[in-house]
């Protein structure tokens, strides 16, 4: 299990490559239990050469100062024996999360640094679901939630979707790949056990918790804190305010294409991930 500090629903903010200016490019979600994480990033409108459609879900592991992602899902891996491996020192600006690591590119590595802001109604309940082929993944923190299934090796597509629970229910806020909506939710907590049955899949519980329950909170939008709480800014010399402050996600934004772009590395099955 990693630190409670790093457990929650994070919002990228801010991002800078190779020492370049600061910006957000994309909206950025990443949804992390005690055991598994999942993640989505899609560009804004008109943006897409700045920042590729992206998922991938796995284990997260701490070794001060650094949080390593080990990725058993990916958008850019498609099958083979090897996982998908970052790892970004991390520190503190208030309560905004700086991560710097490297990403391969060609023959070298390029710097990056990405700021991620916590979003309101992340807490508890928290459960962590995996497919009984190790191929699919459903993280819930509180009100947000994002489910990923890679079925091409049997020929079928990689889907990917965010969801954020509202007073109606659990509603699709960002996806890849066709029909979003056919992708499991959150089961109800009178409907959670050991293993059960989704989607016509089997899936097991690797973590489950359990809070009263609250007013469903705001889907991902502005990355602002929650509310009552605000977080040191890094100062405007270091991240400049940009275009993720004032855009909200649109109520829906769906993809079925999926991106080119370099491959890293293929992985094996989440069933091999152990928490």
Not at 27 to 54: C, K, N, Y
Not at 189 to 206: F, I, K, T
Not at 249 to 267: D, I, K, L, N, Y
Request: one cysteine or more; hydrophobic letters at 35%; glycine letters at 10%.
């Amino acid at each position: 299990m990693i630190p409670e500090r790093f457990r929650g629903v994070w919002q990228r903010v801010s991002l800078s490559v190779d020492g370049g200016a600061w910006c957000e490019p994309a909206q950025v979600v990443w949804v992390q239990t005690g055991a598994i994480f999942g993640d989505i990033r899609l560009p804004f409108d008109g943006r897409s050469d700045e920042h590729p459609e992206m998922s991938f879900a796995g284990t997260l592991t701490w070794s001060d100062p650094c949080l390593t992602w080990v990725h058993k899902l990916d958008l850019f891996d498609d099958g083979g024996s090897d996982d998908t491996v970052d790892t970004a020192s991390v520190s503190w600006h208030g309560d905004e999360l700086v991560c710097s690591g490297q990403f391969p590119r060609e023959s070298s590595t390029v710097p990056y640094t990405e700021v991620w802001r916590r979003l309101a109604g992340s807490h508890e309940p928290a459960l962590s679901l995996v497919r009984a082929d190790g191929h699919g993944v459903l993280v819930q923190v509180g009100d947000h939630a994002v489910t990923i299934a890679d079925d091409r090796l049997r020929g079928g597509d990689y889907r990917a979707c965010y969801r954020s629970r509202t007073a109606g229910g659990w509603a699709v806020a960002l996806s890849i790949g066709a029909r979003p909506d056919s992708l499991p939710a959150p089961p109800d907590v009178s409907d959670q056990c050991e293993a059960m049955v989704l989607d016509g899949r089997r899936w097991h519980v690797l973590e489950r918790s359990s809070s009263p329950a609250r007013t469903p909170a705001e889907p991902a939008s502005s990355g602002r804190p929650p509310a009552g709480r605000t977080p040191s800014p890094i100062t405007s010399s270091e991240r400049p305010a940009g275009r993720p402050s004032s855009e909200p996600v649109p109520a829906r934004r769906t993809s079925s294409e999926q991106p080119a772009g370099e491959r890293v590395s293929s992985r094996r099955s989440l069933a091999s991930a152990q928490p």
